[in-house]
């Protein structure tokens, strides 16, 4: 997912390399039946980012789920839910 909303940044020209983008990714499991299941997993982006393009970023971050072949193979099965925290570049 994240290489997938990554690749949306840089398509509006925000720059999405060099660590500027990073991911923190959890899973919950849950048991059922004695066997581990994943039942949901969130992703917590931090971008470092001009504050100029916050509206391409917000576009891209909601436009990525559907356009990523992770989050579409999964989502049936497993809640996933994302987060993002726009950080100002250093």
């Not at 997938?4 to 849950?30: C, W």
Request: aromatic residues 4%.
């Amino acid at each position: 997912m994240t290489g997938t909303f990554g690749g949306a940044l840089e398509a509006r020209g925000v720059r999405a390399d060099e660590g500027r983008l990073v991911a923190e990714v959890k899973g919950e499991v849950e048991t059922e039946d004695g066997v581990l299941v994943i039942r949901r997993i969130h992703a917590r982006y931090r971008l470092r980012a001009d504050e100029a393009h916050a509206a391409a970023i917000r576009r891209a971050f909601e436009a990525h789920p559907p356009k990523c072949p992770v989050y579409r193979t999964l989502s049936g099965c497993i809640d996933i839910t994302t987060e993002l925290d726009l950080l100002p570049l250093e």
